[in-house]
């Protein structure tokens, strides 16, 4: 996230999974045992990726943000997704996803083409500028060993070698399955937009913008369709961590994020944190008006 500095991401040195196994008892009732299974390895799988030129801190093997999913059709496969040799400001050298055929038991790794620290780059081959972001999807049909089908669904060229000023910032981006509908999904993310293409204008003007996005595939991944805008809270204000859930009894999608807003730079001064979302009664086409289900306090750590 560019804008709101306070929060902090914590680096893991290995990707872990949590097994839980729940035991019925006559005399305690249900006991909770959990075993911890290493899913991911060193060294990491980007260590040869050249850093020349970034202005950054690279932690090899740190691994943060992690993702995992449960294979609806087969529970014993499972896949997770995270960032691979984070960087101290801001994203990593690329992703990685690890599967298991075995409930857990045992993993494999594959690296997925989102960076160009990892093979066959997609954003490579589209453009090429200084910070370049976009949302890109892959498919696999093997349970997760191995990942093509590769699509570019959303880009934007980098408008500057510093990441925080870039013109353009695509981020946070999830994808849901339609449980209903066969070779359906649905990909959301927000987008920030500084005030201009220029560095000095990000870095002096009280202005931003972070609506989230949304597109659809009906075919499984092959294309990509809808992708746009689906809802912009305003200036100085951003959606983050958009997700999509579908009802399975009525088919409705509903988006939901967190709501930030704040006066715009130098300080950031909060206005308002809350969750929220908006829901969609015709598969994405249109979407309601944002409702608020909880507004939040936090504390901000400076230390």
Known sequence: ??????????????????????????????????????????????????????????????????WVSVNPANPKNIIGVWQ???????GAQGLVAGSSSNGGTTWSESTLPFSGCAPGAILDSTISGNNDTGVATVTSSDGGKTWGNGRLIKSDQGTSPIFEVSH?????????????????????????????????????AHAFRGPSWFSKTTDGGKTWTGTRAIFDPGQNSQTIGNVVVVDPRTGVLYDFFE???????????????????????????????????SNQQTVDDFA
């Open 1 to 66: 996230m560019r804008f709101l500095k306070p929060m902090r991401m914590m680096a893991l040195s290995t990707v872990l999974l949590v097994v839980m196994t729940i035991v019925a008892t006559i005399s305690s009732g249900l006991v909770h045992a959990a075993s911890l299974v290493t899913v991911s390895g060193n060294p990491s799988p980007y260590t040869g990726c050249s850093t020349a030129g970034q202005p950054g801190t690279v932690s090899v093997n740190a691994e943060v943000e992690p």
């Open 259 to 293: 709501l930030f807003q704040t006066t715009g730079s130098p300080n950031f001064t909060p206005r308002g944190l809350s969750v929220g979302f908006i829901s969609s009664s015709y598969g994405g086409s249109t979407w309601s008006q944002p409702k608020v289900v």
């Open 168 to 204: 353009f910032f695509n981020d946070k981006e999830s994808i849901t399955a339609d449980p209903l509908h066969a070779g359906t999904a649905y990909v959301v993310w927000d987008r920030l937009v500084a005030p201009s293409h220029s560095p000095d204008a990000a870095l002096h």
């Open 84 to 90: 691979q040799d984070r960087w101290n400001n801001g």
